[in-house]
């Protein structure tokens, strides 16, 4: 058998595995008004479209949350990648709106079963080829938050130029991302099979269960991710509809382009602010949040192209505090030989809240207009945002107030 990869060759062939989940995840996001002229869709049915990805990944989530640290992250990965690379081809072939649905239903179980291992095993090679850094789980959230940016930038960018540009605009984007997808397989075969932060045995479904010690930070940082998924709903669910009938835009490039403009900016931030406490990036997250939102809805009022880039701008500085800083707070937290379990219900809870949000949006455009459901949506999401950081805080002061030692984020240890 071929040698495996060494810990750092792992960290970085995981951490672009977090980023191309997300490229599959964001994907359909420029083909949706396609989508809707293609086959007389409503906003309802195309953030329906969006919803049921979220809606097929919660679940597995919730029952394969711990095989990663049964199996290993590197078979939970490879089982992750088969399930994303049959959704791009169901949707590379679909020919209607039941090829579309199933495709992005495989899509979520793809990402259920590789995102949480991917972030585990950042963490854990992170932490074997730096031995003395106290710091690899702050290091591997906002690397993490850097590479799933990345990879919401290429959805919307390769995607922009091939549904604009390229023959077969509704479905060449998703052969591409097949043929990503496959490369990207071929590095994880490669990974170490265990770490020592894995178990190894028999795999049985496990309910949720949080340690009593870390519940706070859990609640605290699931909060902060889910505020900024539910904002990133935004822009992946309506993004592309509002730029092309809020800002009368027609062309998929440069709606592509434009919805990257956060992305870009989300994995900017997430490299700069790598050291910033957990609480306080969340609290200046939720800060900043309330001013993209301000921005978007000005967009929306005025038409105007500028305010929507710099609606971009601003959120996607929020969306990266809040999600770097919850997962975090949630990852520094986690026992190590849990913390496959811990993430995947973190992100359980995110995906649940970017879902209702996406599908209560879409609603909400059909019968009031986009304009309206930004009116709406917006404040509940600060809200999210601020209860996020006041349990963070909660937690944390409550820990250094009774002493209770916090666990370590780094795999330092088996079971």
Same mark, same amino acid.
């Given at each position: 058998?071929?040698?495996?990869?060494?810990?750092?060759?792992?960290?970085?062939?995981?951490?672009?595995?977090?980023?191309?989940?997300?490229?599959?995840? =964001?994907?359909?996001?420029?083909?949706?008004?396609?989508?809707?002229?293609?086959?007389?869709? #409503?906003?309802?049915?195309? #953030?329906?479209?969006?919803?049921?990805?979220?809606?097929?990944?919660?679940?597995?989530?919730?029952?394969?949350?711990?095989?990663?640290?049964? /199996?290993?992250?590197?078979?939970?990965?490879?089982?992750?990648?088969?399930?994303? $690379?049959?959704?791009?081809?169901?949707?590379?072939?679909?020919?209607?709106?039941?090829w579309v649905l199933v495709g992005r239903a495989m899509t979520g179980v793809g990402v259920g079963l590789a995102l949480s291992p991917a972030t585990a095993a950042m963490i854990e090679f992170g932490a074997l080829a730096n031995p003395s850094d106290p710091n690899a789980a702050a290091r591997a959230s906002s690397t993490t938050t850097? !590479?799933?940016?990345?990879?919401?930038?290429? !959805?919307?960018?390769?995607?922009?130029?091939?549904?604009?540009?390229?023959?077969?605009?509704?479905?060449?984007?998703?052969?591409?991302?097949?043929?990503?997808?496959?490369?990207?397989?071929?590095?994880?075969?490669?990974?170490?099979?265990?770490?020592?932060?894995? %178990?190894?045995?028999?795999?049985?479904?496990? @309910?949720?269960? +949080?340690?009593?010690?870390?519940?706070?930070?859990?609640?605290?940082?699931?909060?902060?991710? =889910?505020? $900024?998924?539910?904002?990133?709903? /935004?822009?992946?669910?309506?993004?592309?509809?509002?730029?092309?009938?809020?800002?009368?835009?027609?062309?998929?490039?440069?709606?592509?382009?434009?919805?990257?403009?956060?992305?870009?900016?989300?994995?900017?931030?997430?490299?700069?602010?790598?050291?910033?406490?957990?609480?306080?990036?969340?609290?200046?997250?939720?800060?900043?949040?309330?001013?993209?939102? !301000?921005?978007? +809805?000005?967009?929306?009022?005025?038409?105007?192209?500028?305010?929507?880039?710099?609606?971009?701008?601003?959120?996607?500085?929020?969306?990266?505090?809040?999600?770097?800083?919850?997962?975090?707070?949630?990852?520094?937290?986690?026992?190590?030989?849990?913390?496959?379990? /811990?993430?995947?219900?973190?992100?359980?809870?995110?995906?649940?809240?970017?879902?209702?949000? =996406?599908?209560?949006?879409?609603?909400? $455009?059909?019968?009031?207009?986009?304009?309206?459901?930004?009116?709406?949506?917006?404040?509940?999401?600060?809200?999210?945002?601020?209860?996020? @950081?006041?349990?963070?805080?909660?937690?944390?002061?409550?820990?250094?107030?009774?002493? %209770?030692?916090?666990?370590?984020? #780094?795999? @330092?240890?088996?079971?």
């Amino acid at each position: 058998m071929s040698k495996p990869l060494t810990a750092r060759a792992s960290f970085w062939v995981a951490a672009v595995v977090a980023g191309l989940v997300l490229w599959g995840s =964001a994907a359909p996001s420029v083909s949706y008004p396609l989508y809707a002229r293609a086959w007389d869709l #409503t906003p309802t049915v195309t #953030t329906a479209i969006f919803a049921i990805y979220p809606v097929a990944l919660i679940p597995v989530l919730l029952i394969f949350g711990n095989l990663s640290d049964v /199996i290993g992250r590197r078979a939970a990965i490879l089982l992750g990648l088969a399930a994303l $690379a049959a959704g791009a081809l169901a949707l590379g072939l679909a020919p209607n709106l039941g090829w579309v649905l199933v495709g992005r239903a495989m899509t979520g179980v793809g990402v259920g079963l590789a995102l949480s291992p991917a972030t585990a095993a950042m963490i854990e090679f992170g932490a074997l080829a730096n031995p003395s850094d106290p710091n690899a789980a702050a290091r591997a959230s906002s690397t993490t938050t850097a !590479a799933t940016a990345t990879g919401l930038a290429l !959805a919307t960018l390769v995607g922009g130029a091939l549904v604009q540009y390229a023959p077969a605009p509704m479905h060449l984007n998703f052969w591409v991302l097949l043929v990503v997808v496959l490369a990207t397989g071929v590095a994880v075969w490669f990974l170490p099979r265990h770490t020592r932060a894995e %178990t190894v045995g028999p795999w049985r479904p496990r @309910t949720l269960h +949080v340690p009593r010690g870390i519940r706070a930070p859990f609640i605290g940082g699931t909060l902060g991710i =889910a505020a $900024a998924f539910a904002s990133g709903a /935004i822009f992946l669910a309506l993004g592309a509809q509002i730029a092309r009938d809020l800002l009368d835009s027609a062309n998929a490039l440069l709606d592509g382009a434009v919805i990257s403009v956060s992305a870009v900016v989300i994995g900017l931030v997430a490299v700069l602010a790598r050291r910033v406490d957990p609480p306080k990036a969340m609290a200046a997250g939720t800060a900043t949040g309330v001013v993209g939102f !301000a921005l978007i +809805v000005g967009a929306g009022l005025a038409s105007s192209l500028w305010l929507f880039l710099a609606s971009a701008v601003v959120s996607g500085i929020a969306y990266s505090l809040l999600f770097a800083g919850g997962l975090g707070l949630v990852s520094a937290n986690a026992p190590a030989h849990h913390r496959g379990a /811990i993430l995947s219900a973190a992100y359980s809870v995110g995906y649940l809240v970017q879902a209702a949000a =996406a599908l209560g949006l879409g609603a909400i $455009a059909t019968t009031g207009g986009l304009q309206r459901a930004l009116e709406i949506g917006s404040p509940i999401i600060v809200a999210i945002g601020v209860a996020a @950081t006041l349990i963070g805080w909660s937690g944390r002061t409550r820990a250094e107030t009774t002493g %209770t030692p916090q666990p370590s984020g #780094t795999a @330092t240890g088996s079971r």
